[in-house]
């Protein structure tokens, strides 16, 4: 066949891929003789553009894990990303359905290399675009933001959800995307003057940030991985970085000299919940088995934490995680898995395309259990006895969510969930199945994965999570 030209416009639009690659295929088009042209850009040089296909049945049907690669992939920015799909989804068309179960072939490897790019890209906007308020209007903001790859419409989404009560506009060089309170819209690129500078809530964010920074838990190796260089021109909080990090060492050492104190009353948060009924001791219902744990003094660890912190998430949710114990942040906040340890626990999950917003989150223990150390409340492993007597909580969460799969982050729970003699080091990972027939497994605890001291061990920890959890997909 004479060699033929496909547009895709957007070039990372799956649908704009989709059409362009139905048109090669009812060519019949073999992947040496397509050319592929990307959003408006035209030259003279150009092969004549296909015809538009004239069914949908020329693509045939797709495996949906390939249009889910094909999807991500195509964010990436390497011009060789559309006819390496084409060449894949050719192959997959004469004869090589399982073409992704085998991950040593070159353009499996490659696509998946591509989409693991654009999902740490769209992990990194997500964690480090930084919102400015605009001058003179009140609500709106505009944050400044260079991805790697064209991840804009991809992740905007998060931001409308998560910031779904305020105006924004998120600016990149090549897309800007627009909230306007309802609507998500978006637009061209844009240059780096077009966003505000610094807003006085900057400072405010610095003292936060200088507050919860935690000498002990100073890792710059960890730190420029997770946070390069390259974004810290974006984020307030870099100018602050040197000299917390120059000052680490020192401030540790203080704290070690310091004698331990007993830990500090805080106020007791009220509960947002209605009270509960007189005379009703019989809990029905998640938010009563909540608002009775809020009163639980079964334990000590109640009264120098902030709050209980009870499981979130559907109570029909399919799984449930559990882990150990609420930290610093959670144990401020009142929700699980919100610190450090849960936003690697996200990162993971939105790797394996889970959502978090499907899951029920609790722990096994509800109260933080902490040492106060000057300012810093270090973490402490709650012994047999909390686990115990927070049991029925977590049992009471299990007997109304009734999950279909239960997993343990880490030995406490599984030990609270399957029983004292569970041994992680050898279960890790095998299913069990408890007496009234849900399924469970236990693997390690994301805290455990962020204490590995060393990069290669941190990645070598958390692959072993994300594998383990593999098993939900
Ligand atoms: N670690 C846990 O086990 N649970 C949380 O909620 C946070 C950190």
Same mark, same amino acid.
């Given at each position: 066949m004479q060699r033929g030209s496909v547009r895709v416009d957007p070039p990372w639009s799956l649908q704009a891929w989709r059409d362009a690659a139905r048109r090669g295929l009812q060519a019949n088009a073999a992947p040496a003789e397509l050319d592929w042209l990307h959003g408006t850009d035209a030259s003279l040089l150009d092969a004549p553009a296909l015809p538009e296909a004239t069914d949908d049945g020329a693509a045939g049907s797709v495996p949906r894990a390939f249009l889910e690669l094909a999807e991500t992939c195509l964010c990436h920015r390497d011009p060789q990303r559309m006819p390496l799909l084409y060449r894949m989804l050719w192959r997959i068309r004469h004869g090589e359905r399982a073409l992704l179960s085998n991950p040593a072939d070159a353009d499996v490897l490659r696509a998946m290399a591509m989409a693991q790019a654009v999902r740490r890209d769209s992990h990194k906007m997500k964690a480090f675009v930084r919102f400015r308020e605009i001058p003179g209007q009140a609500d709106a903001f505009i944050a400044w933001f260079e991805p790697d790859h064209f991840i804009v419409d991809r992740v905007a989404p998060f931001f409308a959800r998560r910031?779904?009560?305020?105006?924004?506009?998120?600016?990149?060089?090549?897309?800007?995307?627009?909230?306007?309170? /309802?609507?998500?819209?978006?637009? #061209?690129? @844009? *240059?780096?003057?077009?966003?505000?500078?610094? +807003? !006085?809530?900057?400072?405010?964010?610095?003292?936060?940030?200088?507050?919860?920074?935690?000498?002990?838990?100073?890792?710059?190796?960890?730190?420029?991985?997770?946070?390069?260089? /390259?974004?810290?021109?974006?984020? #307030?909080? @870099? *100018?602050?970085?040197?000299?917390?990090?120059? +000052? !680490?060492?020192?401030?540790?050492?203080?704290?070690?000299?310091?004698?331990?104190?007993?830990?500090?009353?805080?106020?007791?948060?009220r509960s947002q919940l209605p009270p509960a009924p007189a005379g009703d001791d019989h809990a029905d219902s998640l938010a009563q088995l909540q608002r009775q744990a809020e009163g639980c003094r079964q334990c000590p660890l109640w009264e120098p934490a902030t709050r209980t912190v009870f499981g979130e998430g559907p109570a029909d949710a399919r799984v449930m995680l559990v882990g150990e114990q609420p930290g610093d942040k959670e144990d401020l906040s009142g929700r699980p898995f919100i610190g450090p340890a849960g936003q690697l626990l996200d990162r993971a999950l939105q790797e394996l395309g889970i959502e978090r917003g499907q899951l029920y989150m609790t722990n096994a223990v509800k109260h933080f259990r902490y040492e106060r150390r000057g300012k810093v409340r270090l973490h402490q492993r709650p012994d047999s006895t909390h686990v115990q007597a927070c049991r029925p909580w977590l049992m009471g969460e299990i007997a109304r969510v009734r999950p279909e799969r239960i997993v343990c982050l880490g030995a406490t729970a599984a030990s609270s969930v399957f029983g004292r003699g569970f041994n992680l080091a050898r279960d890790r990972g095998r299913w069990h199945t408890l007496d009234d027939g849900t399924r469970g497994f236990a693997t390690v605890h994301p805290s455990w994965v962020l204490r590995q001291s060393d990069a290669g061990k941190r990645e070598a920890a958390y692959q072993l999570l994300v594998e383990d959890l593999r098993q939900l997909v």
């Amino acid at each position: 066949m004479q060699r033929g030209s496909v547009r895709v416009d957007p070039p990372w639009s799956l649908q704009a891929w989709r059409d362009a690659a139905r048109r090669g295929l009812q060519a019949n088009a073999a992947p040496a003789e397509l050319d592929w042209l990307h959003g408006t850009d035209a030259s003279l040089l150009d092969a004549p553009a296909l015809p538009e296909a004239t069914d949908d049945g020329a693509a045939g049907s797709v495996p949906r894990a390939f249009l889910e690669l094909a999807e991500t992939c195509l964010c990436h920015r390497d011009p060789q990303r559309m006819p390496l799909l084409y060449r894949m989804l050719w192959r997959i068309r004469h004869g090589e359905r399982a073409l992704l179960s085998n991950p040593a072939d070159a353009d499996v490897l490659r696509a998946m290399a591509m989409a693991q790019a654009v999902r740490r890209d769209s992990h990194k906007m997500k964690a480090f675009v930084r919102f400015r308020e605009i001058p003179g209007q009140a609500d709106a903001f505009i944050a400044w933001f260079e991805p790697d790859h064209f991840i804009v419409d991809r992740v905007a989404p998060f931001f409308a959800r998560r910031f779904a009560g305020m105006r924004w506009a998120i600016l990149t060089p090549y897309r800007s995307a627009h909230w306007d309170g /309802r609507t998500l819209s978006f637009g #061209p690129g @844009a *240059s780096r003057q077009d966003a505000p500078d610094d +807003d !006085a809530r900057e400072d405010l964010w610095r003292t936060y940030y200088a507050s919860i920074f935690n000498p002990a838990r100073l890792n710059t190796r960890m730190m420029q991985q997770e946070m390069p260089a /390259r974004y810290w021109r974006h984020l #307030p909080e @870099a *100018s602050l970085l040197p000299s917390l990090v120059r +000052d !680490a060492a020192g401030r540790v050492q203080e704290m070690h000299d310091r004698p331990a104190q007993p830990p500090s009353r805080r106020i007791p948060v009220r509960s947002q919940l209605p009270p509960a009924p007189a005379g009703d001791d019989h809990a029905d219902s998640l938010a009563q088995l909540q608002r009775q744990a809020e009163g639980c003094r079964q334990c000590p660890l109640w009264e120098p934490a902030t709050r209980t912190v009870f499981g979130e998430g559907p109570a029909d949710a399919r799984v449930m995680l559990v882990g150990e114990q609420p930290g610093d942040k959670e144990d401020l906040s009142g929700r699980p898995f919100i610190g450090p340890a849960g936003q690697l626990l996200d990162r993971a999950l939105q790797e394996l395309g889970i959502e978090r917003g499907q899951l029920y989150m609790t722990n096994a223990v509800k109260h933080f259990r902490y040492e106060r150390r000057g300012k810093v409340r270090l973490h402490q492993r709650p012994d047999s006895t909390h686990v115990q007597a927070c049991r029925p909580w977590l049992m009471g969460e299990i007997a109304r969510v009734r999950p279909e799969r239960i997993v343990c982050l880490g030995a406490t729970a599984a030990s609270s969930v399957f029983g004292r003699g569970f041994n992680l080091a050898r279960d890790r990972g095998r299913w069990h199945t408890l007496d009234d027939g849900t399924r469970g497994f236990a693997t390690v605890h994301p805290s455990w994965v962020l204490r590995q001291s060393d990069a290669g061990k941190r990645e070598a920890a958390y692959q072993l999570l994300v594998e383990d959890l593999r098993q939900l997909v």
